[in-house]
């Protein structure tokens, strides 16, 4: 499935949505590793397969295949990490001073330029919902010379694509 096509499955009501995807599918503030990635990392963590499969199909080969794995790292890193983060923050106690004692080598060696494995993170970590993964990796695409339009053309991806899987994955789940 195409963009297209997820464009066009998705209800009236969603039309701004429609309209969303495709204005961001061109985004002129991220290059072309930048705005795939961060389409790629959201579908992935916003968890509908044909959302996934269409966004994939479309930005896959506008990636290395190093870049692609990076992007698919950045979800699965995001995924566990988002969740272990917003739980030690929003318990506090001495949980936060307490060693993760996890994996998290990918987040040193991603395969791509740290600013843009950073960026996927965020926007990951915007549809997860981690306040204070969030603000880390803001500061350091910040530090690393992206701008705040830059940050928000890569939240505004993730939130448009998690809104169509939400959207599709109910639309299927009223057909079904």
């Known amino acids: 499935m195409s963009l297209e096509a997820l464009r066009a499955r998705l209800p009236e009501y969603a039309k701004d949505l429609k309209l969303n995807l495709g204005s961001l599918a061109t985004e002129p ?3 072309q590793q930048q705005l795939a990635g961060t389409f790629i990392a959201s579908a992935l963590a916003s968890r509908h397969a044909a959302t996934t499969a269409a966004i ?7 990636l290395s295949p190093e870049a692609l794995t990076a992007a698919k790292a950045a979800a699965a890193i995001m995924g566990m990490n988002n969740v272990y983060y917003r739980f030690t923050h929003l318990i506090g106690g001495d949980y936060p001073n307490i060693p993760a004692k996890l994996r998290m080598n990918v987040m040193a060696r991603p395969g791509v330029e740290k600013v843009d494995f950073e960026l996927w993170s965020l926007a990951v970590s915007a549809i997860n919902g981690c306040g204070m993964c969030m603000e880390s990796h803001e500061k350091i695409v910040l530090h690393g010379g992206l701008s705040k339009e830059q940050v928000q053309a890569a939240v505004r991806i ?5 809104a169509t899987a939400v959207v599709l994955d109910g639309e299927d789940a009223l057909a079904g």
Do not use: Y
Not at 56 to 62: T, Y
Not at 158 to 162: G, K, L, M, N, Q
């Open 29 to 31: 503030l991220l290059n």
């Open 56 to 62: 994939v199909a479309e930005f896959a080969p506008k």
């Open 158 to 162: 993730a939130a448009t694509v998690h």
